[in-house]
């Protein structure tokens, strides 16, 4: 079981940054791929951006060069750096968990994210 909690999402102007972060706890959190997704309405949960535990990194295509994923297992914290922000970035940010290839997957609350234009 693993419980994640996200924060750090707010109201922004277009051109700034924010830093979303996601605090895990739960066993054998190493084996987890870690990442975020993000919600618009009207639309399917896309991916923005997972990192494994090795520290490999993937990201959407929509939020290349913008968005920093980044672990700090010590802290078994996930952020998502997000920069040069857009009217489109807008929507609920989810902190998720998860292996690939099984049924074992676990998702925060949620944290909205608006960019005003």
């Known amino acids: 079981q693993v419980q994640l909690v996200e924060s750090g999402g707010g109201l922004v102007q277009a051109g700034g940054s924010l830093r979303l972060s996601c605090a895990a706890s739960?066993?054998?959190?190493?084996?987890?791929?870690m990442g975020w997704h993000r919600q618009v309405p009207g639309k399917q949960r896309e991916l923005v951006a997972r990192?494994?535990?090795?520290?490999?990194?993937d990201y959407g295509g929509s939020v290349k060069g913008r968005f920093t994923i980044s672990r700090d297992s010590a802290k078994n914290t996930v952020y998502l750096q997000m920069t040069s922000l857009k009217f489109e970035d807008t929507g609920v940010y989810y902190c998720?968990?998860?292996?690939?290839?099984?049924?074992?997957?676990?998702w925060g609350q949620g944290t909205q994210v608006t960019v005003s234009s």
């Open positions: 990192i494994t535990s090795s520290g490999s990194t």
């Open positions: 739960g066993s054998m959190l190493s084996r987890y791929v």
């Open positions: 998720g968990a998860w292996v690939p290839g099984t049924t074992m997957n676990y």
